[in-house]
């Protein structure tokens, strides 16, 4: 898990990660045998037996530092990855935290560009709310909402939700899957844990090797084992029609 990519060294969330650093870590990967690939590709995989060796990278918001720091390096290290987007902030800023410097977010010409140039494209909602505390039609905007306008955007629903924030409850699961997600991606989602409540790793700029085997080795440990769920080795393509194998 992700989120910024940028030299910026004013950072009191831990959400940057220094592009030197990203490319030690992709190198990390690459130097074990292991490939980043998005969420959607590394589920994919895994229907049809085929997910060794590879690892699932997330980009949380849609900074537009995606553009110029993260994507040419994994495209370096050729991976992939998943960007959650905020259509209801096309063109913003990271106005839901409350200190720190400002980040721009990806507009709707962006998010294109990140999607043409090979990465997964998922929703985070519109605008970033803790769906734990939003009433049923909030709720529904920003999970439904949000997958069909991103649709509108690329011409493709996303399959991927992110939870803002990592706070998710049953309601918000549920509201995830009845939209039409093919996955939900949390943080530690505990007994929630399922394909449309993933856990993920929090990767920052002070995960050099070491700390990047340990957490290789104790994620397994610290999170609930995923409950056998089937996830379709076919995925709908995009909304004019057709399967994307």
């Given at each position: 898990?992700?989120?910024?990519?940028?030299?910026?060294?004013?950072?009191?969330?831990?959400?940057?990660?220094?592009?030197?650093?990203?490319?030690?870590?992709?190198?990390?990967?690459?130097?074990?045998?292991?490939?980043?690939?998005?969420?959607?590709?590394?589920?994919?995989?895994?229907?049809?037996?085929?997910?060794?060796?590879?690892?699932?990278?997330?980009?949380?918001?849609?900074?537009?530092?995606?553009?110029?720091?993260?994507?040419?390096?994994?495209?370096?290290?050729?991976?992939?990855?998943?960007?959650?987007?905020?259509?209801?902030?096309?063109?913003?800023?990271?106005?839901?935290?409350?200190?720190?410097?400002?980040?721009?977010?990806?507009?709707?010409?962006?998010?294109?560009?990140?999607?043409?140039?090979?990465?997964?494209?998922?929703?985070?909602?519109?605008?970033?709310?803790?769906l734990?505390?939003?009433?049923?039609?909030?709720?529904?905007?920003?999970?439904?909402?949000?997958?069909?306008?991103?649709?509108?955007?690329?011409?493709?629903?996303?399959?991927?939700f992110?939870?803002?924030?990592?706070?998710?409850?049953?309601?918000?699961?549920?509201?995830?899957?009845?939209?039409?997600?093919?996955?939900?991606?949390?943080?530690?989602?505990?007994?929630?844990?399922?394909?449309?409540?993933?856990?993920?790793?929090?990767?920052?700029?002070?995960?050099?090797?070491?700390?990047?085997?340990?957490?290789?080795?104790?994620?397994?440990?610290?999170?609930?084992?995923l409950?056998?769920?089937?996830?379709?080795?076919?995925?709908?393509?995009?909304?004019?029609?057709?399967?994307?194998?």
């Open positions: 898990m992700y989120h910024s990519v940028s030299p910026c060294t004013e950072d009191p969330y831990r959400i940057t990660v220094t592009p030197d650093r990203l490319d030690r870590q992709l190198r990390w990967l690459r130097n074990r045998g292991l490939t980043g690939v998005s969420v959607g590709e590394l589920l994919l995989a895994g229907a049809r037996g085929r997910a060794t060796g590879l690892v699932g990278l997330t980009f949380d918001d849609g900074y537009t530092d995606f553009l110029e720091y993260a994507l040419p390096l994994l495209h370096r290290h050729a991976c992939t990855a998943t960007v959650f987007v905020l259509p209801g902030r096309l063109g913003g800023d990271n106005a839901w935290d409350r200190e720190g410097p400002r980040k721009p977010l990806l507009d709707a010409d962006g998010i294109r560009e990140v999607s043409r140039a090979g990465m997964e494209i998922g929703s985070h909602g519109m605008l970033h709310t803790d734990t505390l939003v009433d049923d039609a909030t709720l529904t905007a920003e999970v439904a909402g949000s997958r069909a306008r991103l649709a509108d955007l690329t011409g493709s629903a996303p399959q991927g992110c939870y803002p924030y990592g706070l998710l409850d049953t309601r918000a699961v549920e509201a995830v899957r009845a939209a039409g997600y093919g996955y939900g991606c949390a943080i530690d989602p505990g007994p929630l844990t399922a394909l449309h409540a993933l856990p993920r790793v929090h990767i920052g700029s002070s995960d050099h090797w070491l700390r990047l085997h340990l957490k290789r080795t104790l994620h397994p440990l610290r999170r609930r084992p409950p056998q769920e089937p996830y379709p080795a076919r995925l709908p393509g995009p909304a004019t029609g057709g399967d994307a194998q």
